[in-house]
Protein backbone atom coordinates (compact mmCIF):
# COMPACT_ATOMS: atom_id res chain seq x y z
CA UNK A 1 0.00 0.00 0.00
CA UNK A 2 1.11 3.92 -0.56
CA UNK A 3 0.69 6.83 1.74
CA UNK A 4 0.70 10.11 -0.49
CA UNK A 5 1.18 12.87 1.59
CA UNK A 6 0.26 16.68 0.53
CA UNK A 7 2.61 19.07 2.05
CA UNK A 8 0.28 20.43 5.26
CA UNK A 9 -0.15 21.30 8.86
CA UNK A 10 -0.98 19.26 11.87
CA UNK A 11 -3.75 20.66 14.37
CA UNK A 12 -5.44 19.53 16.94
CA UNK A 13 -5.73 17.09 20.00
CA UNK A 14 -4.58 13.28 19.74
CA UNK A 15 -4.71 10.39 22.11
CA UNK A 16 -1.21 8.50 22.89
CA UNK A 17 -1.74 5.47 21.89
CA UNK A 18 -1.37 2.55 24.09
CA UNK A 19 2.06 1.50 25.07
CA UNK A 20 3.46 -2.19 23.44
CA UNK A 21 5.49 -2.87 25.98
CA UNK A 22 3.07 -1.92 29.29
CA UNK A 23 0.52 -4.41 26.64
CA UNK A 24 2.91 -7.02 26.32
CA UNK A 25 3.92 -7.70 29.80
CA UNK A 26 0.76 -7.11 31.42
CA UNK A 27 -1.18 -10.05 29.08
CA UNK A 28 2.09 -12.44 29.77
CA UNK A 29 1.30 -12.01 33.90
CA UNK A 30 -2.22 -12.23 33.13
CA UNK A 31 -1.91 -15.61 30.81
CA UNK A 32 0.57 -16.59 33.60
CA UNK A 33 -1.92 -16.13 36.70
CA UNK A 34 -4.34 -19.05 37.62
CA UNK A 35 -7.71 -16.97 37.09
CA UNK A 36 -9.45 -13.94 35.75
CA UNK A 37 -7.33 -11.03 34.82
CA UNK A 38 -8.77 -7.90 33.08
CA UNK A 39 -6.26 -5.59 30.69
CA UNK A 40 -7.58 -2.43 29.56
CA UNK A 41 -6.09 -0.13 26.47
CA UNK A 42 -5.07 -3.18 24.82
CA UNK A 43 -4.33 -2.16 20.64
CA UNK A 44 -5.56 -3.93 17.78
CA UNK A 45 -1.88 -3.95 16.29
CA UNK A 46 0.00 -7.17 14.51
CA UNK A 47 2.28 -7.33 17.55
CA UNK A 48 -0.47 -7.77 20.24
CA UNK A 49 -2.35 -10.38 18.04
CA UNK A 50 0.95 -12.08 18.07
CA UNK A 51 0.81 -11.94 22.24
CA UNK A 52 -2.28 -12.95 22.42
CA UNK A 53 -2.06 -15.86 20.06
CA UNK A 54 0.83 -17.59 21.79
CA UNK A 55 -0.67 -16.90 25.24
CA UNK A 56 -3.27 -19.20 23.99
CA UNK A 57 -1.03 -22.07 22.42
CA UNK A 58 0.59 -22.58 26.18
CA UNK A 59 -3.17 -23.39 27.38
CA UNK A 60 -4.23 -19.65 28.81
CA UNK A 61 -7.64 -18.87 26.78
CA UNK A 62 -9.15 -15.06 26.78
CA UNK A 63 -11.81 -12.85 24.76
CA UNK A 64 -11.46 -9.53 23.59
CA UNK A 65 -13.80 -7.11 23.34
CA UNK A 66 -12.86 -3.20 22.03
CA UNK A 67 -10.17 -2.92 24.02
CA UNK A 68 -10.85 -4.93 27.12
CA UNK A 69 -9.11 -8.37 26.84
CA UNK A 70 -10.25 -10.88 29.71
CA UNK A 71 -7.48 -13.24 30.21
CA UNK A 72 -8.17 -17.27 31.90
CA UNK A 73 -5.06 -17.20 32.88
CA UNK A 74 -3.17 -20.82 33.62
CA UNK A 75 -0.19 -22.61 31.53
CA UNK A 76 -1.12 -26.48 30.84
CA UNK A 77 0.81 -29.72 30.17
CA UNK A 78 -0.58 -32.19 27.64
CA UNK A 79 1.89 -33.93 26.22
CA UNK A 80 1.84 -32.25 22.62
CA UNK A 81 3.34 -30.11 19.92
CA UNK A 82 2.38 -26.13 20.83
CA UNK A 83 2.79 -23.97 17.93
CA UNK A 84 3.37 -20.23 18.65
CA UNK A 85 2.83 -17.79 15.89
CA UNK A 86 5.17 -14.37 16.83
CA UNK A 87 4.42 -13.13 13.34
CA UNK A 88 7.16 -10.02 13.11
CA UNK A 89 7.05 -9.32 17.04
CA UNK A 90 10.87 -9.51 18.52
CA UNK A 91 8.89 -8.84 21.97
CA UNK A 92 6.38 -11.88 21.65
CA UNK A 93 9.42 -14.01 20.16
CA UNK A 94 12.46 -13.25 23.37
CA UNK A 95 9.63 -13.58 26.17
CA UNK A 96 7.61 -16.47 25.44
CA UNK A 97 11.04 -18.58 24.57
CA UNK A 98 11.91 -19.31 28.11
CA UNK A 99 7.70 -19.01 29.08
CA UNK A 100 7.57 -21.80 26.58
CA UNK A 101 9.74 -24.14 28.46
CA UNK A 102 7.52 -24.12 31.36
CA UNK A 103 5.27 -26.60 29.90
CA UNK A 104 7.79 -29.48 29.16
CA UNK A 105 6.20 -29.81 26.08
CA UNK A 106 7.81 -29.72 21.97
CA UNK A 107 7.18 -25.72 21.10
CA UNK A 108 7.47 -24.54 17.88
CA UNK A 109 7.84 -20.63 17.59
CA UNK A 110 7.25 -19.58 14.18
CA UNK A 111 7.58 -15.62 12.40
CA UNK A 112 8.84 -14.29 9.72
CA UNK A 113 12.07 -14.79 8.24
CA UNK A 114 13.66 -11.35 9.55
CA UNK A 115 12.07 -11.77 13.21
CA UNK A 116 14.27 -15.43 12.78
CA UNK A 117 17.46 -13.77 11.72
CA UNK A 118 17.78 -11.70 14.77
CA UNK A 119 20.21 -12.45 17.49
CA UNK A 120 19.64 -15.11 19.77
CA UNK A 121 22.69 -16.10 20.81
CA UNK A 122 22.30 -15.57 24.60
CA UNK A 123 19.13 -18.31 24.91
CA UNK A 124 20.82 -20.53 22.63
CA UNK A 125 24.21 -20.68 24.90
CA UNK A 126 22.10 -20.67 27.89
CA UNK A 127 20.10 -23.59 26.56
CA UNK A 128 22.90 -25.39 25.77
CA UNK A 129 24.23 -25.76 28.94
CA UNK A 130 21.40 -27.16 30.52
CA UNK A 131 20.24 -29.63 28.28
CA UNK A 132 17.23 -27.82 26.22
CA UNK A 133 17.06 -28.58 22.53
CA UNK A 134 17.24 -25.47 20.22
CA UNK A 135 16.63 -25.74 16.61
CA UNK A 136 16.86 -22.99 14.57
CA UNK A 137 15.47 -22.60 11.18
CA UNK A 138 14.61 -20.27 8.45
CA UNK A 139 11.27 -19.75 9.75
CA UNK A 140 11.03 -21.38 12.88
CA UNK A 141 12.50 -22.39 16.25
CA UNK A 142 11.52 -26.13 17.89
CA UNK A 143 12.29 -26.40 21.70
CA UNK A 144 12.44 -29.39 23.84
CA UNK A 145 12.83 -29.84 27.41
CA UNK A 146 12.60 -27.36 30.79
CA UNK A 147 13.97 -24.64 31.86
CA UNK A 148 15.38 -25.17 35.03
CA UNK A 149 16.81 -22.77 38.34
CA UNK A 150 20.25 -21.37 37.53
CA UNK A 151 23.11 -18.44 37.69
CA UNK A 152 22.49 -17.04 34.47
CA UNK A 153 25.05 -14.73 32.80
CA UNK A 154 23.28 -12.29 30.59
CA UNK A 155 25.08 -9.50 28.69
CA UNK A 156 23.31 -6.18 29.15
CA UNK A 157 24.11 -4.36 25.55
CA UNK A 158 22.47 -7.19 22.92
CA UNK A 159 18.97 -6.79 24.38
CA UNK A 160 16.71 -6.29 27.68
CA UNK A 161 14.29 -8.35 25.96
CA UNK A 162 16.44 -11.56 26.97
CA UNK A 163 16.65 -10.49 30.90
CA UNK A 164 12.67 -9.96 30.62
CA UNK A 165 11.97 -13.35 29.08
CA UNK A 166 13.76 -15.48 32.04
CA UNK A 167 11.93 -13.00 34.58
CA UNK A 168 9.02 -14.20 33.59
CA UNK A 169 9.58 -17.73 34.00
CA UNK A 170 12.22 -18.53 36.46
CA UNK A 171 9.74 -17.32 39.14
CA UNK A 172 7.73 -20.40 38.40
CA UNK A 173 10.57 -22.97 38.63
CA UNK A 174 11.20 -25.01 41.66
CA UNK A 175 14.32 -23.28 42.91
CA UNK A 176 15.94 -19.57 43.20
CA UNK A 177 18.18 -18.03 40.55
CA UNK A 178 20.23 -15.27 39.73
CA UNK A 179 20.18 -13.17 36.70
CA UNK A 180 24.45 -11.87 36.43
CA UNK A 181 24.56 -8.86 33.47
CA UNK A 182 28.11 -9.01 32.02
CA UNK A 183 28.06 -5.82 30.26
CA UNK A 184 26.52 -2.13 30.97
CA UNK A 185 22.99 -2.40 30.82
CA UNK A 186 20.79 -0.77 27.83
CA UNK A 187 17.48 -0.40 27.36
CA UNK A 188 17.49 -1.04 31.11
CA UNK A 189 13.64 0.99 31.71
CA UNK A 190 12.49 -1.95 29.60
CA UNK A 191 13.65 -4.37 32.39
CA UNK A 192 11.64 -1.58 34.95
CA UNK A 193 8.77 -1.79 33.01
CA UNK A 194 8.85 -5.59 33.39
CA UNK A 195 9.65 -5.46 37.29
CA UNK A 196 6.89 -3.11 37.44
CA UNK A 197 4.43 -5.39 36.10
CA UNK A 198 5.64 -8.34 37.56
CA UNK A 199 5.31 -6.86 40.61
CA UNK A 200 1.70 -6.35 39.96
CA UNK A 201 0.65 -9.48 39.61
CA UNK A 202 2.61 -10.64 42.65
CA UNK A 203 5.67 -11.31 41.83
CA UNK A 204 8.77 -9.98 43.95
CA UNK A 205 12.38 -9.62 42.17
CA UNK A 206 14.97 -8.46 43.70
CA UNK A 207 17.21 -6.23 41.88
CA UNK A 208 20.77 -5.15 42.84
CA UNK A 209 23.98 -3.16 41.25
CA UNK A 210 24.53 -5.85 37.99
CA UNK A 211 22.16 -8.90 38.34
CA UNK A 212 18.57 -9.87 39.69
CA UNK A 213 17.65 -12.46 42.32
CA UNK A 214 14.31 -14.62 40.82
CA UNK A 215 13.27 -16.88 44.05
CA UNK A 216 11.65 -20.08 43.03
CA UNK A 217 7.88 -21.44 43.83
CA UNK A 218 6.16 -17.68 43.56
CA UNK A 219 2.59 -17.48 41.91
CA UNK A 220 1.13 -15.05 39.96
CA UNK A 221 -2.07 -13.47 41.46
CA UNK A 222 -4.85 -12.25 38.96
CA UNK A 223 -5.00 -8.52 38.78
CA UNK A 224 -7.41 -5.87 36.81
CA UNK A 225 -5.16 -3.63 35.25
CA UNK A 226 -5.38 -0.40 32.25
CA UNK A 227 -2.06 0.10 29.42
CA UNK A 228 -0.68 3.28 29.87
CA UNK A 229 -0.23 5.14 27.12
CA UNK A 230 2.90 5.17 24.93
CA UNK A 231 5.68 7.72 24.79
CA UNK A 232 7.37 5.92 21.69
CA UNK A 233 4.60 6.60 19.60
CA UNK A 234 3.33 9.57 20.90
CA UNK A 235 6.84 10.86 19.95
CA UNK A 236 5.47 10.81 16.21
CA UNK A 237 2.42 12.97 17.23
CA UNK A 238 4.55 15.42 19.49
CA UNK A 239 6.60 16.00 16.23
CA UNK A 240 4.30 17.91 14.43
CA UNK A 241 4.89 20.21 17.11
CA UNK A 242 8.79 20.63 16.34
CA UNK A 243 7.81 20.98 12.64
CA UNK A 244 5.88 24.47 13.39
CA UNK A 245 2.18 22.04 14.05
CA UNK A 246 -0.06 22.52 17.17
CA UNK A 247 -0.87 19.20 18.44
CA UNK A 248 -1.72 18.59 22.08
CA UNK A 249 -1.05 14.69 23.02
CA UNK A 250 -3.13 13.48 25.87
CA UNK A 251 -3.53 10.30 27.77
CA UNK A 252 0.43 9.94 28.66
CA UNK A 253 1.25 9.37 32.45
CA UNK A 254 4.08 12.08 33.29
CA UNK A 255 5.20 10.05 36.14
CA UNK A 256 6.26 6.90 33.86
CA UNK A 257 9.14 4.96 34.02
CA UNK A 258 9.45 4.12 30.14
CA UNK A 259 12.75 5.44 28.99
CA UNK A 260 11.26 6.97 25.49
CA UNK A 261 9.53 9.78 27.54
CA UNK A 262 13.26 11.23 26.99
CA UNK A 263 11.93 11.80 23.46
CA UNK A 264 10.60 15.48 25.06
CA UNK A 265 14.42 16.79 26.15
CA UNK A 266 15.75 15.58 23.05
CA UNK A 267 13.01 17.14 21.03
CA UNK A 268 14.02 20.31 22.18
CA UNK A 269 17.72 20.12 21.55
CA UNK A 270 17.22 19.62 18.37
CA UNK A 271 15.58 22.24 17.95
CA UNK A 272 17.72 24.53 19.62
CA UNK A 273 21.22 23.37 17.98
CA UNK A 274 23.45 21.10 16.40
CA UNK A 275 23.72 18.51 19.57
CA UNK A 276 25.14 14.88 20.16
CA UNK A 277 22.44 12.60 22.06
CA UNK A 278 22.73 9.18 23.03
CA UNK A 279 20.00 6.43 22.06
CA UNK A 280 21.82 3.41 23.61
CA UNK A 281 18.52 3.93 25.74
CA UNK A 282 15.93 4.68 23.68
CA UNK A 283 16.58 3.47 20.48
CA UNK A 284 13.19 2.85 19.15
CA UNK A 285 13.20 6.49 19.01
CA UNK A 286 16.17 6.19 16.43
CA UNK A 287 13.72 6.96 12.99
CA UNK A 288 11.88 9.99 14.53
CA UNK A 289 14.69 11.51 15.95
CA UNK A 290 16.83 11.30 12.36
CA UNK A 291 14.12 12.81 10.49
CA UNK A 292 13.88 16.14 13.34
CA UNK A 293 17.45 15.83 12.61
CA UNK A 294 17.47 16.58 9.11
CA UNK A 295 14.80 18.89 8.92
CA UNK A 296 15.83 21.04 11.66
CA UNK A 297 19.77 21.44 12.33
CA UNK A 298 21.18 18.07 12.28
CA UNK A 299 22.47 16.31 15.06
CA UNK A 300 25.21 13.34 16.02
CA UNK A 301 23.33 10.12 18.06
CA UNK A 302 25.87 7.78 19.51
CA UNK A 303 24.17 4.06 21.13
CA UNK A 304 22.88 3.05 17.44
CA UNK A 305 24.98 -0.42 17.01
CA UNK A 306 21.49 -1.88 18.05
CA UNK A 307 19.16 -0.28 15.20
CA UNK A 308 20.36 -2.92 13.06
CA UNK A 309 18.94 -6.08 14.47
CA UNK A 310 15.37 -3.79 14.29
CA UNK A 311 12.45 -4.93 12.20
CA UNK A 312 14.89 -3.24 9.44
CA UNK A 313 18.77 -2.01 9.86
CA UNK A 314 17.12 1.50 10.98
CA UNK A 315 20.10 3.11 10.42
CA UNK A 316 20.55 1.94 7.02
CA UNK A 317 16.76 2.63 6.00
CA UNK A 318 16.67 5.66 6.80
CA UNK A 319 20.24 6.47 5.22
CA UNK A 320 18.36 5.37 1.60
CA UNK A 321 15.60 7.30 2.31
CA UNK A 322 16.54 10.66 4.02
CA UNK A 323 19.50 10.89 0.82
CA UNK A 324 15.82 11.16 -1.24
CA UNK A 325 15.06 14.07 0.52
CA UNK A 326 18.95 15.62 0.17
CA UNK A 327 20.11 14.72 3.49
CA UNK A 328 23.25 12.95 4.48
CA UNK A 329 23.92 10.94 6.88
CA UNK A 330 27.37 9.69 8.62
CA UNK A 331 27.29 6.32 9.67
CA UNK A 332 30.02 4.48 12.22
CA UNK A 333 29.60 1.33 13.79
CA UNK A 334 28.10 2.54 17.03
CA UNK A 335 27.31 6.58 16.11
CA UNK A 336 25.27 8.25 13.18
CA UNK A 337 25.66 11.94 12.15
CA UNK A 338 22.91 12.76 10.28
CA UNK A 339 23.27 16.43 8.22
CA UNK A 340 20.30 19.07 7.79
CA UNK A 341 19.06 20.52 4.09
CA UNK A 342 16.17 18.39 3.71
CA UNK A 343 14.04 19.24 0.48
CA UNK A 344 11.22 17.70 -1.23
CA UNK A 345 11.74 14.29 -2.99
CA UNK A 346 11.83 13.58 -6.21
CA UNK A 347 11.25 9.60 -5.81
CA UNK A 348 8.83 7.71 -3.92
CA UNK A 349 9.97 6.64 -0.31
CA UNK A 350 9.94 3.11 0.94
CA UNK A 351 8.95 1.91 4.23
CA UNK A 352 11.40 -1.13 5.06
CA UNK A 353 8.38 -3.39 6.56
CA UNK A 354 8.99 -1.24 9.31
CA UNK A 355 6.25 0.84 11.21
CA UNK A 356 8.64 3.32 12.60
CA UNK A 357 10.76 4.49 9.59
CA UNK A 358 7.05 4.75 8.08
CA UNK A 359 5.65 6.71 10.51
CA UNK A 360 9.01 9.19 10.96
CA UNK A 361 9.04 9.72 6.87
CA UNK A 362 5.44 10.41 7.28
CA UNK A 363 6.68 13.46 9.81
CA UNK A 364 8.83 14.68 7.31
CA UNK A 365 6.57 14.24 4.29
CA UNK A 366 4.09 17.11 5.76
CA UNK A 367 6.88 19.77 5.12
CA UNK A 368 7.30 19.07 1.00
CA UNK A 369 4.49 16.35 -0.06
CA UNK A 370 5.46 12.90 -1.42
CA UNK A 371 4.25 9.35 -1.59
CA UNK A 372 5.48 6.65 1.03
CA UNK A 373 5.51 2.61 -0.69
CA UNK A 374 4.99 0.22 2.30
CA UNK A 375 3.01 2.24 4.80
CA UNK A 376 0.69 -0.68 5.78
CA UNK A 377 3.67 -1.72 8.44
CA UNK A 378 2.17 0.42 10.46
CA UNK A 379 -0.29 -2.07 11.32
CA UNK A 380 2.55 -3.57 13.95
CA UNK A 381 1.87 -1.17 16.17
CA UNK A 382 -0.23 1.91 15.25
CA UNK A 383 -2.68 0.74 12.80
CA UNK A 384 -4.53 4.14 12.59
CA UNK A 385 -1.57 6.43 12.31
CA UNK A 386 -2.33 7.65 8.95
CA UNK A 387 -6.21 8.28 10.22
CA UNK A 388 -4.98 10.10 13.21
CA UNK A 389 -2.80 12.39 10.90
CA UNK A 390 -5.98 12.83 8.80
CA UNK A 391 -7.77 14.14 11.73
CA UNK A 392 -5.09 16.63 13.02
CA UNK A 393 -5.62 18.12 9.58
CA UNK A 394 -2.64 16.39 7.59
CA UNK A 395 -3.75 15.44 3.95
CA UNK A 396 -3.27 11.95 3.01
CA UNK A 397 -4.71 8.84 1.01
CA UNK A 398 -3.69 5.19 1.34
CA UNK A 399 -4.41 4.01 -1.66
CA UNK A 400 -3.46 -0.02 -3.02
Given at each position: ???????????????????????????????????????????????????????????????????????NGGINKENKKRILNCFESGSTLRF???????????????????????????????????????????????????????????????????????????????????????????????????????????????????????????????????????????????????????????????????????????????????????????????????????????????????????????????????NKLGVCLDVQENSVTVHSGACAPN??????????????????????????????????????????????????????
Amino acid sequence: MKAIIEKSRAEGKAFAPPSKSYAHRLLICGALANGSSIIDGVSESVDMEATLGCIRALGASYTKTGDRVSINGGINKENKKRILNCFESGSTLRFFIPIALLTGDECVLTGSERLMSRGLEVYEEIFERQGISFTREKNQITLNGTLKPDVFNVRGDISSQFISGLLFALPLLDGDSTINITTKLESASYVDITIEALKLFGIEIQKNQSSFFIKGNQKYICSNRRVEGDYSNSAFLDAFNILGGDVDVLGLNEGSIQGDKIYKEYFKLLSSGTPTLDISNCPDLGPVLFALAALKNGATFTGTKRLKIKESDRTEAMKTELNKLGVCLDVQENSVTVHSGACAPNETLFGHNDHRIVMALSIALTLFGGEIDGCEAVSKSYPDFFEVMAKLGIRVEVVK
